[in-house]
């Protein structure tokens, strides 16, 4: 991608002011998200995965450290980096084709334009025909399909997700797994997601940043191609169960208990 | 491994029992209690009916539902005090509605600054929570030596009574909106004008609406004591110089009156609710 710069984050440290321990949530990190890649951090909770995507969002100012996009350095929430949150954060007022146009209409685009992009978004997303549904009696699968929608309509730079299918049951977790990755083919965005389910780090990554907490750090960082296969055309249930995709499953588990004694799926 | 299959397992386990009930419930109770409401207030007139015919009671204490109802036409057609119980009756919407209208152009403003910004909250807040708790009545009389006993005093008054649970409302939903809510607007590029417009003020309309019917509620209750006191019309007016008269028929056919509008305004604004915020008890 000609027009994508990296997002670089530079020794990045976030101590929360008033937190009772003297523990950083975030200790030194350092991270790129070129183009093309998918970042997966991947963690138990309280490990500063969503510390780290927050400062990316720029909803946290960093201690330490600083990130930067291109050469603009990041101090706030900006359209040029879409992010999805784990609960929908739709906006139930509006319909489901008003709330992926949102962006657009927050920027001025005039109504039938905006409206031409967030039907094309929605189709992107298997949404197509539900453009006049209440976002609030859509399943839970959906209202994330629309949030996607919604960051991808305003076509930002990065792509930031917090454990986007975390409240989803399985089956729909991996069909949405299967759909980002057909969507970050299709659009060659660059996206940073971060999750603490071992599998689908591992399906997705193409960089895969593995964390700990206490203070929050980057323990080991693998560069993988599994997703890459399954947006290449091969079946999901074939990459599964190719004996190195449960290698590496089995040797990331092993790297996160090896970090700390965690309990199961926390 | 994952959370959601650690809720999988958890749901296996959770006792049955509670099940049946709660599906049952929701289609049987609105039906059966409407009937069961309408049931008390026919058994409740039935009595009255009873009671007055038998000659239990005197009408002077107690009229009769059929001489309530007579007068009811005779005010509606001929008056009482100088005024058909329309022109009391729209004495006293007037009152309310300016003051409602009013209310809520000032409230809400306040309220979203209270939720706002700590400054404002700080100079706002303790002069609404001083006031708040005086009733009304108690500062008629400063208002009546101040703006003298026109329509302004009682306007003022009822405006005052309205204000407080609407601006109280608007703050706490201002201060209970979704956090990443806010932050998606955020990271889709919006201004600070457009957040407080386009996603706090609408995410904080379900506690705007109920402050409102609080206020309302509080108003009404204002308005009827007020007229009581100082008015030549108003339904409070009315109810109070029949009683001066011991025109006791007056005086029930005003509280029946007043207890209508009431019942009237609050269903109002429930189906105004609904209408305006369906997801209302359907997200989370
Ligand atoms: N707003 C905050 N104020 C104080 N401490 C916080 C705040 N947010 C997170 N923390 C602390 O920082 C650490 C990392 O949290 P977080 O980034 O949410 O981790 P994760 O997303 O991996 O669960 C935790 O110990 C958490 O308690
Ligand atoms: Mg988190």
Redesign the pocket.
């Known amino acids: 991608m000609p027009n994508s710069p990296s997002l670089i984050v530079d020794h990045l440290s976030?101590r929360?002011?008033?937190?009772g321990?003297n523990?950083a949530?975030?200790h030194d990190v350092s991270l790129r998200i070129d183009a093309d890649n998918l970042v997966v951090?991947l963690?138990?909770?309280?490990?500063?995965?969503?510390?780290?995507?927050?400062a990316i969002a720029g909803f946290?100012t960093p201690t330490f450290g600083r990130i930067t996009l291109g050469d603009r350095d990041i101090d706030g929430p900006g359209a040029e980096r879409g992010v999805v949150f784990q609960d929908d954060a739709l906006l139930p007022w509006l319909n489901v084709l008003d709330n992926v146009a949102f962006g657009l209409k927050l920027r001025g685009a005039p109504k039938h334009e905006r409206e031409a992009r967030a039907r094309a978004v929605l189709a992107q997303v298997d949404l197509a025909g539900f453009e006049q549904h209440r976002v609030w009696e859509l399943s839970g699968g959906m209202r994330q399909r629309v949030g996607l929608a919604r960051a991808l309509a305003a076509d930002p730079q990065v792509l930031l997700m917090?454990?986007p299918f975390g409240a989803l049951d399985a089956f729909t977790r991996e069909q949405m797994q299967e759909l980002l990755l057909r969507l970050w083919q299709q659009t060659g965005k660059r996206v940073l997601l971060?999750t603490?389910d071992i599998e689908e780090a591992v399906f997705l990554a193409t960089d895969l940043v593995l964390?700990s907490?206490?203070p929050?750090r980057i323990v080991e960082r693998l560069s993988l191609h599994f997703g890459r296969r399954y947006a290449a055309g091969e079946p999901a249930r074939s990459i599964k169960s190719d004996p190195q995709f449960i290698e590496t499953r089995e040797h990331v588990l092993r790297r996160v208990f090896a970090n700390r004694s965690v309990s199961a799926g926390s | 491994m994952t959370t959601s299959e650690l809720s999988l397992d958890e749901a296996i386990f959770t006792p049955p029992e509670p099940a049946p009930h709660q599906v049952v419930t929701p289609t049987a109770k609105p039906t059966t209690t409407l009937r069961i409401s309408l049931a008390t207030l026919g058994v409740l007139l039935a009595l009255w009916w009873a009671i007055t015919t038998a000659g239990l009671i005197q009408p002077l204490f107690l009229p009769s539902p059929q001489a309530v109802l007579a007068k009811l036409w005779l005010t509606a057609t001929k008056g009482y005090m100088d005024a058909t119980l329309w022109q009391h009756l729209g004495a006293s919407l007037f009152r309310i509605v300016t003051a409602l209208l009013a209310a809520v152009l000032f409230a809400v403003p306040v309220g979203l600054a209270i939720g706002l910004s700590r400054k404002a909250r700080g100079v706002l807040d303790p002069l609404i929570e001083f006031y708040r708790p005086i009733p009304p009545l108690a500062y008629l009389p400063l208002i009546v030596i101040w703006f003298g006993i026109g329509e302004l005093s009682k306007i003022l008054l009822i405006y005052l009574a309205i204000f407080a649970p609407i601006a109280i409302s608007t703050a706490t939903g201002v201060r209970n909106v979704d956090p990443s809510r806010v932050r998606a607007a955020q990271s889709l590029g919006a201004s600070r004008w457009q957040l407080i417009a386009q996603v706090v003020l609408p995410s904080a309309l379900p506690d705007i609406l109920t402050g409102i019917r609080i206020g309302l509620g509080a108003g009404w209750s204002t308005l009827v004591a007020a007229e009581l006191v100082a008015a030549t019309r108003g339904l409070g007016f009315m109810v109070q110089s029949a009683a001066q008269f011991l025109v006791t028929d007056v005086v029930v056919l005003g509280i029946v009156v007043i207890a209508l509008i009431a019942f009237t305004l609050e269903l109002g604004l429930r189906a105004l609710q609904r209408r305006l915020v369906p997801w209302q008890g359907q997200m989370h």
């Open positions: 976030i929360y002011p008033g937190s321990s523990e949530a975030l951090a963690g138990p909770s309280g490990c500063g995965k969503t510390s780290l995507l927050n946290v917090d454990e971060i603490h964390m907490p206490r929050g």
